[in-house]
C-alpha cells in the first residue's frame, strides 16, 4: 500500500493529502484509486471485517 498522508482523522471524517497521478475514485483504467487506498488503510487500522463504505467530498 502506498504512504498516505493523513492530514486529519476521527470517527466520521479523512482528510487526506491526494497522491499525484492516482485516480480519486476508480475508472474506466482500473489504476489503484484514492478511495481503494483509504478503503484498505481503514479496514487494516480499524481491522473491519467489511469493505468500509463512504464517499469523497471535494
Known amino acids: 500500500m502506498q504512504?498516505?498522508?493523513?492530514?486529519?482523522?476521527?470517527?466520521?471524517?479523512?482528510?487526506?493529502?491526494?497522491?499525484p497521478n492516482v485516480p480519486s475514485q476508480e475508472d474506466k483504467t482500473e489504476d489503484v484509486s484514492m478511495l481503494t487506498l483509504i478503503k484498505e488503510y481503514l479496514k487494516e487500522k480499524y481491522q473491519k471485517p467489511r469493505e468500509c463504505v463512504f464517499g469523497i467530498n471535494t
Open 3 to 19: 504512504n498516505l498522508k493523513i492530514i486529519y482523522e476521527d470517527n466520521h471524517i479523512i482528510v487526506v493529502e491526494k497522491i
